[in-house]
């Protein structure tokens, strides 16, 4: 650790030298600008240089000595123009656009901010306006974002692999299912974009392949808003779901608070083929779940100064997912039907979660240095009481005996607290930014089995356990970034994390501990022909950590037949990642890409044929090359017709390394999307959405076709207050988990899964506020700066 803290000392100072900078960050009346160009020319309008604001809206230029003038301009607003005399660094602060009412109001411009915006490291989707996430939440959003697949309760980037998530850049420490419950908790109305991040730079966390930042809305400047939804799903079963934002924001002082509520039921329905030597076994699953949950949102941010400003930020909910299900197992002697087991189980269980997050934010000068530090608590507390009966029944379906009569309740604690500290630091020569976070990870999970056979609960204490998990994690990063010239661009980074793991089950009397430290460099290259070619080279390496639940050791009955158990002795795995990109005029943009996956670790399906049971286990066994080529093409090929179309190739080429009995399937994928939004006059918009994924094999498991088809159509009334929306789903029925296939031991299973994929959602929305908040100007504190320009 040592030895890595005084490389990072060493490397640093390497970049420093002496340059002229002229920064700024871009704003309107709504929140900051991304994406304005930003043009210096000289006295006789001879173009110098020019940038565009990055998505926070700010920019950064080298420039010599002299007398030029800056113009900054962005669709729909006036041009901001400076004659300014440069003579060393300046900052500019914030600049304010104005609305250039005369162009909006005569000639009639309209600025629509495209479905994605693509950037080094990663692609933003701007959900707003999207409709087919209206009246939804976080993981419906997720769930049509470009590129991101949903599969086995695991959040898949395209080409990428599994990816954690973030809120608002702050990770949160759930995966599998827990994550997707949480994610359901938070309303899509809640959401700005986004953010696909294929190699995250050094100040993000290095675990996942890949991250997804939801960007939450905040408040415009000097205004208040509130939006009220009202959402109806409707599959077999339906559910209601009401929610209301609102947002405030005057002078110094900034609000949001959000609320919602969900109240009914939706269908999963499975089926499991489990191939044995005496015959195949059949099971077909149906269950009930409920939706029922309430959630809300507060956050308060205050500016002390012109340079100073701090918030905190709460995030809850408390839910009861009560599910009822209802298994048939069909046994085969070769093709004839020997036998049934009927299942019926009902799950109580309530789930709460607790997110809290104190910020201070400094700017310590002119020159764009800026200190940012955050604390943040995350709770998630899950209690679980499976209740399952099993009968067996003769082949003509006569009762016969009592297979189980069980139940099964495990608790599951886990604590999270995390401090981190940034610091940007611009130099005359290069852009810095470096800093530190320090997290801990505290886990209780408690699992009992009780046989009811006698009426009477009866503990098993070989079938029940305590488990405790910790983790610490702390972490050092430092990154820098430099243009060359008009063409050339060069981000270099480089994070060091030490983990430290300890888990100890009660019941063995077994503690496994871990202590390593890794370095995770990341690399950016990019040229700029011309204004119509791009080039990006980028280079990162991750890492992937068991999650407590697959280090549990202990069973977690999920029905009678089946049942998930952790390993304790399972490693982390590394991933290098590889990516090339060219881009065309912002409209075509190819990607060839390779990932190389060491010491993986994953779900392995096993059996027992005397029980009739599927294990569901997890091992460290495979290493894997993953690659492909794809391309995407982006147009608005009329003014009321915006297209997006994606086809991707993908392969993969995998080796196990003898710690389980299967063999490796090697195979390519082909995967295929269009997103198309016509706007029918200004108040009617039509969204049609297809995506097609090829089957195909990769490392154990084969995974059959799917397809999706989405209808969405949004109505305006009221000058656009009142917003109605109809989404039909998966119109097919086809995009559900089918055929997923594998073989261990020479046992072939083949799984299907459909949480109600196909189903019909009406949303309404009111909108209202006031965008005119009177409020008290007050005067920046660069004035000496802006007297310069004078």
Known sequence: MNRTILLLAIIFPCFVHSQSTLIGTVSNNEGVVPFANVILTDTLNKLITGVTTDETGKFSMNIPDGRYQLNIRYVGYKDWVKVMDFQGNIALGTILLEKNVKELTEVVVKSKKPLVEYQADRFVFNVEDNLAVKGGNALNTINVTPGVVLQNNAINILGKGTARVM?????????????????????????????????????????????????????????????????????????????????????????????????????????????????????????????????????????????????????????????????????????????????????????????????????????????????????????VNNYFRGENYTSAFVYKSLNVDARNTSNQVLDNISVKLDMEHPTHFANFSYGAKYSVINTNSGVEYYDMASGQPVLDPNQSNLYDYKERNQAYYVSGSKNFGEKWSLRLGLRVENTRTEGYSHNLDQTNKNNYTKLFPTFYLGYKANK??????????????????????????????????????????????????????????????????????????????????????????????????????????????????????????????????????????????????????????????????????????????????????GQSFMDKKLNLTLLMNDIFNSAFLRDYTSIVNGVKQVYNENVSSRFFRISLSYNFGNDKIRVNKRAFGNEEEKDRTK
Do not use: C
């Open 167 to 383: 809120i608002d850049g702050r990770m949160l420490e759930l995966t599998g299912s827990a994550l997707t419950v949480y994610l359901n908790s938070i309303s899509a109305s809640d959401i700005k974009s986004i953010e696909v991040i294929t190699n995250p730079p050094a100040k993000y966390d290095a675990a996942g392949e890949g991250l997804i930042n939801i960007v939450l809305k905040k408040a415009k400047i000097n205004a208040w808003q509130n939006a009220t939804t009202v959402s109806y799903d409707r599959n077999k079963y339906g559910y209601l779901t009401v929610r209301d934002n609102f947002f405030y924001s005057k002078n110094k002082l900034r609000l949001t608070a959000s609320a919602s509520g969900v109240s009914g039921s939706r269908q999963h329905k499975s089926s499991l083929d489990m191939y044995f030597d005496k015959g195949v076994q059949k099971l077909e699953g149906d269950e009930k779940g409920k939706m029922d949950e309430i959630s809300g949102r507060a956050t308060v941010d205050y500016d002390f100064s012109d340079k100073v400003s701090a918030g905190i930020q709460y995030q809850g909910s408390v839910g009861q997912p009560d599910r009822s299900y209802k298994n048939l197992v069909t046994l085969y002697t070769n093709n004839d039907v020997d036998s049934f087991i009927l299942t019926h189980g009902d799950i109580k269980e309530r789930k709460v979660s607790h997110s809290a997050n104190g910020h201070f934010i400094a700017s310590l000068d002119t020159l764009g240095r800026k200190l940012s530090f955050d604390v943040d608590y995350f709770r998630y507390d899950d209690d």
């Open 532 to 713: 119509d070619n791009n080039f990006i080279f980028n280079y990162g390496r991750r890492i992937t950590r068991p999650d407590f639940y697959s280090l549990n050791p202990f069973r977690i009955y999920i029905t009678n037949t089946s049942y998930s158990e952790g390993n304790p002795f399972l490693q982390p795995s590394f991933t290098d990642k590889l990516d090339f990109t060219y881009s065309l005029k912002d409209k075509f943009r190819t990607n060839i890409f390779l990932n190389i996956i060491t010491n993986g670790f994953g779900v392995v399906f096993k059996s027992d044929e005397a029980t009739h049971a599927q294990i569901i286990t997890r091992e460290n066994y495979y290493k894997e090359h993953f690659y492909g080529i794809g391309e995407i093409y982006t147009e608005d090929i009329t003014s009321w017709w915006q297209s997006r179309n994606t086809v991707f190739a993908l392969g993969s080429n995998s080796r196990f390394d003898g710690r389980i009995d299967a063999t490796p399937q090697n195979g390519w994928q082909i995967y295929t999307a269009t997103n198309n939004t016509f706007s029918i006059g200004d108040n009617t918009k039509l969204q049609l959405d297809y995506s097609y994924s090829s089957p195909f094999k990769k490392g154990l498991y084969e995974i059959g076709y799917r397809s999706k088809l989405d209808l969405s159509i």
